[in-house]
């Protein structure tokens, strides 16, 4: 069982149209990071949501914390071809000496011109 | 800065073979951390160092799989042997903190694509 699940899996659109992908758990988490990973290349962090509820913005990224801090959404307004990439959500049990930063397994998103 | 650099970028080989990956982090960064990405698994955490230290390797697959730290601008993840079932795009990590804070943001290196056939 996967301690994060990224749905869909898979978002092919095209240029222009709005999006959201989600990162769902039933465990609840201190703060919630999205990266961004493009072909060929690393993750990038975008943002971490800490507070239940946390709305943060990003040019036309929107990301929003669950109020019981289980879950995070990532809305994309009027999707552009240099979205295309695998965003990934990733949490931390931070504290202690048994560190560990969990990934979900991602949304390939493609958009098309 | 340049980033966290990683050679080779592709490296292909038999199975049985020795491989050896290799990692340079950002400068002045404590922390050092090995990941692997498979479509099956996706991104799991190998191991990580703080000041050339391993702090935690629990996320090593095997035996096979050791990684070294031997100064604060070098480390090596090396499978000795190689299995096909290794094959996988490796990333090495560095940040200046483990977590709670903005000096906690890990920044990963561009990756080794590994085939072993």
């Known amino acids: 069982t996967q301690l994060l699940e990224q749905s869909p899996q898979f978002l092919s659109i095209q240029e222009g149209e709005n999006l959201t992908v989600y990162c769902n758990s039933s465990?609840?988490?201190?703060?919630l990071q999205w990266y961004r990973q493009e072909p060929g290349e690393g993750p990038v962090l975008l943002v971490t949501?800490?507070?239940?509820?946390e709305v943060k913005k990003l040019k036309r990224l929107t990301f929003q914390f669950g109020d019981a801090r289980k879950d995070s959404s990532l809305h994309i307004t009027a999707a552009q071809p240099g979205d295309t990439g695998l965003y990934l959500c990733?949490?931390?049990?931070?504290?202690?000496?048994?560190?560990?930063?969990?990934f979900g397994k991602g949304t390939l998103l493609t958009v098309n011109p | 800065d340049a980033g966290v650099i990683q050679s080779p970028r592709h490296e292909v080989t038999e199975m049985g073979q020795e491989v050896t990956l290799r990692c340079k982090p950002i400068?002045?960064?404590?922390?050092l951390f090995w990941y692997r990405q498979t479509m099956m698994r996706g991104l799991e955490l190998l191991i990580y160092?703080?000041?050339?230290?391993?702090?935690?390797d629990s996320g090593m697959p095997e035996d096979r799989f050791s990684a070294k730290m031997p100064n604060a601008s070098f480390s090596t993840l090396k499978i000795q042997p190689s299995e096909p079932r290794d094959s996988a795009v490796y990333f090495c990590?560095?940040?200046?903190?483990?977590?709670?804070?903005?000096?906690?943001?890990?920044?990963f290196g561009p990756g080794t694509r590994l085939t072993v056939l």
């Open positions: 990590a560095s940040s200046y903190a483990l977590a709670g804070g903005p000096r906690d943001t890990q920044y």
């Open positions: 465990s609840v988490f201190s703060s």
């Open positions: 949501v800490v507070t239940g509820g």
């Open positions: 990733a949490v931390s049990n931070s504290g202690g000496s048994n560190y560990k930063l969990t």
């Open positions: 400068s002045g960064h404590d922390y």
């Open positions: 160092f703080n000041n050339n230290v391993p702090i935690d």
